[in-house]
């Protein structure tokens, strides 16, 4: 088990090493990243400068939402944010070299780049936190911090999964990195906000269909003393890790599945 | 070391802006052939006749679509990691060394993603140091590598966990002529001193003269040869030329069962079929001669005719 994550280190490590080589390209790159991300949220403080309440929400309850799906997002991201370049991969063939190499093929694309510039999104995502936190009133007890811890490594194992299987149509269609980015940067954008602000379809399908709901929606619902204005279950609120493992598991299976269809690419 | 039996491999392919009609290409179309321990051997076709793709489901890249393979005892596809610590595979035009990264440090990580213990990590890099000359460049980044250079690494990194099998796809592809060398005397080396049984394909009918003793020919699917290349000259040149050094200058010379196909001053050269010793003293009864060279035919003339008129 340490032995995979100690390799991993090393390849990664690597790949630090090697964008520090163009350190002007890095420095532009970690800025714009977190200029960008501000301006995402100015979003946010505008409607609410317009509205006192979304629904049930306050400002500072969807800045706590914001902030939890926008710092897992961004862990997300960094761990395999290079996914998106997967498809070029598949195009130009060099996916061969990965299956000569005696490791689990989704293991070497994964430890094959580290997306630090993207480090700024997660800064961003902890400033709106301190802010969310300043404003909200959370009566702390051990089940609201445990539902709070779990649904951290949860957000990104669902976030990752989506975006793995998102990467496999490329075995297919030798692209469609373009597809696979409105479920993945577009599903962070939805999973920023209450889900019950969305249309019923668009709730079904990319809240339970998709899990995005379960990354931050219900673990701050429970968290905040919430009822869910959809009126669903309560046991939903706890379902995060195990709506992790299952996203996690069919996205495995569909990967296996997609690598038994490279087609490589000629000569 | 490698058995492959009526393998096949289809592709679907769908053409055409709006209507898209399917279409089925054979790349690989039955095959069948045997590889023992320790063989050299080459595999030459013409662009898009198999080879690589061959190639591609004996490393486990490629899954069959129908047929049987095993190398090394293993079924590629199915048991791809055990396959991939026994194998080595280098890609001519695929880069597997870390682009931005010294050629040292690319070595290193290998080891590790290959799990290569220390002590044997240390005399396979030794070795592989000075048979490849790599020290006067194993500190640069792998960009800044001449092509040459980049080879003589990537063959490195090959062989750093010291597989029994190598698949080589082109290796000598836009090297010069000394690089050319190089590589091949590093093939011939791992081969007869390891005992390492290695696969080429190439273009270079260099390349398959000076290293491999058996050949195999691939075309639109199909092997079309399987054997050794002395006796693909036997076979398919069937014509040899005689080079005569006559005393002074003559007319072409006429004699039975051969033909003058070039004269230059005292030298005439003459294609025949048959034995070259009866066709010398036919020759030498006609007229004095000073010297005598026989010909074979190259084999790159030979490929070409089978290429061009199948066999």
């Known amino acids: 088990m340490v032995e995979p994550i100690l390799v991993w280190r090393r390849l990664v490590g690597a790949q630090i090493r090697s964008q520090l080589q163009y350190r002007a390209s890095f420095t532009l790159d970690v800025l714009g990243s977190f200029w960008i991300s501000f301006v995402d949220f100015l979003v946010v403080l505008t409607i609410f400068h317009n509205v ?46 990965v299956l000569v190499r005696p490791r689990g093929t989704l293991f070497q694309i994964v430890a094959s780049d580290f997306a630090t510039r993207r480090a700024a999104k997660a800064l961003q995502g902890g400033i709106v936190l301190v802010y969310a936190l300043g404003g909200v009133t959370i009566h702390w007890n051990v089940w609201r911090v445990l539902v709070l811890l779990a649904s951290l ?39 920023q906000y209450p889900f019950d602000v969305y249309a019923r379809w668009l709730r079904r399908f990319l809240g339970y269909f998709v899990p995005l709901a379960f990354v931050c929606y219900f673990p701050v619902l429970y968290v905040l003393g919430k009822r869910d204005p959809l009126g669903l279950p309560r046991v939903l609120d706890f379902a995060s ?20 269809h490279y087609r490589s690419a000629g000569g | 070391m490698i058995e492959v039996e009526q393998l096949s491999k ?17 790349a690989v179309d039955g095959i069948s052939f045997r590889v023992e321990r320790g063989e050299l051997l080459g595999y030459l076709g013409p662009n898009g006749a198999g080879k690589s793709t061959t190639i591609k489901m004996l490393t486990g890249i490629l899954v069959p679509s129908a047929g049987r393979v095993s190398v090394a005892g293993l079924d590629p596809s199915r048991r791809r990691l055990e396959l991939a610590r026994r194998i080595g595979a280098m890609f001519g035009q695929r880069v597997q060394l870390w682009w931005d990264l010294p050629l040292l440090d690319s070595f ?20 592989f140091r000075e048979v490849l000359e790599l020290d006067p460049f194993i500190q640069t980044p792998v960009r800044q590598l001449s092509l040459g250079q980049r080879i003589r690494g990537e063959l490195t990194a090959a062989m750093l966990h ?37 696969m080429l394909t190439t273009h270079d009918l260099g390349d398959i003269e000076r290293l491999c003793d058996r050949l195999l020919v691939i075309d639109h699917g199909s092997l079309i040869w399987d054997g050794a290349i002395d006796q693909l000259k036997e076979r398919y040149g069937e014509e040899r030329t005689l080079i005569v050094d006559l005393e002074e200058p003559a007319a072409p010379l006429a004699v039975d069962g051969a033909r003058v196909e070039r004269v230059d001053g005292p030298r005439q050269w003459l294609r025949f079929r ?14 004095r001669i000073v010297d005598l060279q026989v010909q074979e035919p190259d084999i790159e003339e030979i490929v070409r005719r089978i290429y061009s008129q199948g066999v």
């Not at chain 1, 890790?241 to 038994?260: E, H, K, T």
Request: net charge positive; proline share 3%.
């Open chain 1, 153 to 191: 490594p949860s957000a990104v194992v669902i976030f990752a999964s989506v975006w793995v299987m998102g990467a496999c149509i490329a075995f297919w269609t030798t692209d469609g990195g373009e597809f696979t980015n409105a479920f993945t940067y577009g599903g962070t954008s939805m999973a």
């Open chain 2, 274 to 287: 048959g034995s070259a010793s009866e066709l010398a003293s036919r020759v030498a009864a006609a007229t």
């Open chain 2, 162 to 198: 010291g597989p029994e099998l190598l698949f080589l796809d082109e290796p000598t592809i836009g090297l010069d002529v000394v690089a050319k060398q190089r590589v091949r005397e590093f093939l011939v080396e791992i081969n007869r001193r390891d005992g390492v049984t290695v």
């Open chain 1, 241 to 260: 890790p195990a709506v992790a493992l299952a996203a996690a598991c069919v996205a495995g299976s569909v990967w296996r599945f997609a690598v038994r």
């Open chain 1, 52 to 97: 006192s309440r979304l629904n049930t929400w306050t400002v500072h309850e969807v800045a706590l939402l914001y902030a939890l799906s926008s710092i897992t997002f961004a862990v997300t991201d960094l761990l395999i944010g290079h996914l998106d370049q997967f498809p070029q991969k598949i195009r130009d063939g060099s996916f061969d070299v």
């Open chain 2, 10 to 26: 289809r592709f679907v392919v769908r053409r055409g802006r709006f209507r898209r009609e399917r279409h089925v290409v054979q």
């Open chain 2, 108 to 127: 290193e990580l290998l080891r590790h993603v290959y799990k290569v213990p220390t002590d044997r990590y240390r005399t396979n890099l030794a070795r």
